[in-house]
């Protein structure tokens, strides 16, 4: 429609202030004529947009003077929708730009999957400043019809908006250029799948066991069981940051049940004695600790709770297992202790050991304590290394697993399951680490330092890791979850190296003569790392810890977790790289916050950095380059909306420029 213009004066019922502006009202509908029948691909919607142009362009009699009253007043309630657009609006004199601020209405009813599903499909959309949803998991949605709403007719509609966005600001003469149509093709991106359903979305409880270190690693987990509705017991140890009822993040949780959660015989009846005690029902029962999935999906089996076998998590946890029940499983050799491996050496098998070969414990996480080593006499002392790793642990643990070193690209490729079937998969490139190199020793290590999404693999090799790691979770008994896995592809038709300074990979100008396959290195059957998780909600727009929330809470939550399986429409929004800052020497940090002090000293950063943090500040001691549990100082997402080399000359910056002091 043509878009309709007004002079008119907005009172606020909330603070009384009357408003003189220009306001000029754009309606665009967003059904695509497609019927709003319950199992459609997508909900159709329609948009208001908001012109707002600034008060020193009004015809001078018309501020402050004795015609202001002949204007149109609209009378603006407390709405939620009311408010926000008060909140967008500076004092009117103070406006330099006109404020563009669109308003979404639903065409049919329901029940939103998520309460903050505009907030979180619309981050880092590059024309938009802000944006806010006015209702809640648990409040229904109404119908309102399409219509094209006059500016003095804008009062009535508010009240029916079920999301507010406003967008940056942009010169006047912008506006004729696009702008809006720009911000319509966002939205047919990002809200082309169906974000609400037909029937009430119920409160729900979870425990969840173990609340992760701070919450700098954990915030929007706790704010996605929000958004679902979905309340949290924490269960952790006396002493956990989210503990305090009256801390400062004690707003994420329901309650807090103080629990020894070390994983030792008495573990899982600890869990299921919490729940038990709890008092209200609990829904579902969940982690995300590697360590404790096997012995909280055996509290679930206890207790009744939706959940997959915790045989299952058993093998996953286990390098040895997950190995074994592999194909190529017999290129593997699994030892129970360390002693088993000069028996080994003196064998038949132990005279055609091929080198160079990988070593890890059995039971192992963040590629820790994993070597690559070129004879036997390393073999020796990484086998002792790996079996003494968790001797220590309350469930002690001496299992090593040795392999053969496979030396195509290595991926971080994330699959959601729901009843057998891939309902969402994405693969990330992981680089190439100090334990790749030609030359690398027995004390070079595997741990990652640079991730990218998405993958420049060709596309059958993508699909090979699909259906491949696919056969793997379901041969380990699981059949719905959220699984990160680690892979590599023999025989790859790409390899790294490095040009003009940067390192990426290439098309090989000879394809191998042997097939390609895949060779696993693990499963975890939880969503990836929590710098992963982020990096893959902010590209594609798919939120790992909702879709394990809604996971643990069985078959009910099957819609949503279909619903917000569904990435956008024109696949990632960006170039992402997540760039580790390993620790290159030992001491004591000087330096108050060296991720900091880079974005001091280079502003124009800022905008490619969506996400970033110092682990290791002020007053912390660095272990070094060997360092075996943290090894990063910070970390970087790093974004290009121009292209995968932009992308890696940003991050190479970082890297060359990140700086600190040791004392």
Known sequence: MSPQDTWLQLRFQSTGDLIPVNVVTKSTDFSNGEPNAEGSKRTAFWVLDLIIRPAEELPASDVGGVESDSRTVVELSSSAACEFLRSCLKPVTKLQKPLVIRYIFSLMCGYCVRDDIFVQRLEC???VERVETFVSAHSAVPYVAFEEVSPSRVSAHLEYAIGGVLLREYPAEDMDQGILLRLDGEFENRFSFPWLQADPVPQRRIAWVQGRENIGVSRRAYEAARALGVSIVMIDNPGHWLEDDYGPHAHLREAFIPVNIDVDRGFTQRVVDAVQGYKHPVDGLMTISDVRLPGVARACEILGLPTSPHTAYQ????????????????????????????PLLNSEKGHQLAFPLVVKPS???NSDCVSKVTNRKQLTEAVRRASERHANAASPSFGVVIEPYVDGPEVDANLVLLNGDVVYFDI???????????????????????????????????????ESLRSSILRQGFTSGVFHCEARIRNSSMFYTERDGTLDMQKKKEQPAKGKSIYLHEINARPPGYLESVAVKLAYGVDYYALRILLCLGSLENARVQALSKPFLNGPQFHLCILIIPQTRAGVMKTEDAGADLLKRNPELRPFLPDFDTYLKRGDVLEGPHAQSLWWIANFSVISRESRVDCLRRARFIQENFVYELE
């Open 363 to 365: 039971l192992g996480w």
């Open 315 to 342: 093998i996953a946890g286990d390098k040895a297992k997950t190995r074994m029940l592999e194909p190529d499983g017999g290129e593997s050799i699994t030892l129970s202790n360390a002693a088993e491996l000069s």
């Open 428 to 466: 990330e490139d992981d680089f190439p680490t100090r334990g790749d190199a030609a030359d690398a020793g027995i004390n070079d290590h595997f741990q990652e330092t640079q991730v990218l999404l998405p993958s420049m693999l060709p596309e059958d090799e993508i699909q090979l890791l699909r």
């Open 125 to 127: 959309c590059p024309d």
